[in-house]
């Protein structure tokens, strides 16, 4: 608790220098008898997100996180997006009501506590979209990012629509990030980043057979098909 206060007492100090940082800069063009202040790369960075433009993604798993990180966002007007959202159904409420999204953590995780539903992960989604709360999946690890589809799916076979679950890994985290005018469906004009697969990409035994990235095609090969189509029909 006390390293979490400390972690939060520094990024108050953050934002708020970075808010003064704004208003000497904004003061300085505005009269020109106020000398400039010397360029702080890392306050100047800060400013898009000070000013709303940019959002802030903070990690926040328990009720009383997700209520605090939405209180400090609040205080200090900033786009929040919630990343983990473990008891995001618990405050579905506040979060329909402030617009704050949730980039949930993994569907395919176990229970924390061992009086917890067992399929408490793989629900989640399904309530959050019946409460209104815009959601995005995620796999919260990198080395798992490919069983990003999985996560949707599992959320699908508990309750998720499935035209919801496939949205939670195109359009909705492109809409959250605010990069959907770029990417998250196809539409003329946005990035042709594609996939052609053989079935249902939310399933386990689907396999995707092309791939186009700004349109361009991609080579699907690697060490493991290699490996299978030199020793499939050894004796």
Same mark, same amino acid.
Do not use: C, W
């Given at each position: ?5 400390? *972690? ?5 100090? @953050? ?11 904004? +003061?300085?063009? +505005? ?21 709303? *433009? ?10 009383? /996180?997700? $209520?605090?990180?939405?209180?400090? +966002?609040?205080?200090? $007007? ?8 473990? /008891? =995001?159904? $618990?405050?579905?409420?506040?979060? !329909?009501? %402030?617009?704050?999204?949730? &980039?949930?953590? #993994? ?5 924390? =506590? ?8 793989? #629900?989640? =989604?399904?309530?959050?979209? %019946? +409460? ?6 995620? @796999? ?15 959320? =699908?076979?508990?309750?998720?629509? !499935?035209? /919801?679950?496939? %949205?939670?890994? @195109?359009?909705?985290?492109? *809409? &959250? ?12 004009? !946005? ?5 052609? @697969? ?15 990235? #700004? ?5 699907? #090969? ?7 189509? !030199?020793?499939?029909?050894? *004796?």
């Amino acid at each position: 608790r006390q390293q979490r206060d400390r *972690q939060v007492e520094s990024l108050k100090n @953050t934002i708020e220098d970075a808010i003064a940082y704004l208003k000497a800069r904004e +003061a300085a063009a +505005a009269d020109k008898s106020i000398p400039a202040r010397a360029i702080d790369l890392g306050l100047d960075a800060l400013i898009p997100v000070i000013k709303g *433009q940019v959002p802030v993604i903070m990690s926040a798993n328990g009720e009383r /996180e997700i $209520k605090a990180a939405v209180e400090f +966002a609040e205080k200090y $007007k900033l786009k929040l997006i919630i990343n983990g959202g473990d /008891e =995001a159904t $618990k405050v579905a409420k506040l979060l !329909k009501e %402030k617009n704050i999204p949730v &980039i949930l953590g #993994s569907t395919l995780d176990l229970p924390n =506590a061992e009086d917890e539903a067992y399929d408490i992960a793989f #629900s989640r =989604a399904s309530e959050l979209q %019946k +409460a209104g709360v815009r959601f995005a999946f995620s @796999t919260g690890d990198a080395a798992y990012v490919r069983l990003l589809p999985y996560h949707a799916g599992m959320a =699908a076979a508990f309750g998720l629509p !499935k035209e /919801e679950a496939l %949205k939670g890994v @195109t359009i909705y985290p492109a *809409q &959250i990030l605010g990069v959907d005018k770029l990417v998250g469906s196809i539409e003329v004009g !946005k990035i042709a980043n594609l996939v052609v @697969t053989d079935g249902d990409i939310l399933e386990l035994r689907t396999k995707v057979k092309n791939m186009f990235i #700004s349109g361009r095609p991609v080579d699907l #090969s690697n060490k493991h098909s290699k490996l299978y189509e !030199k020793f499939k029909d050894r *004796q």
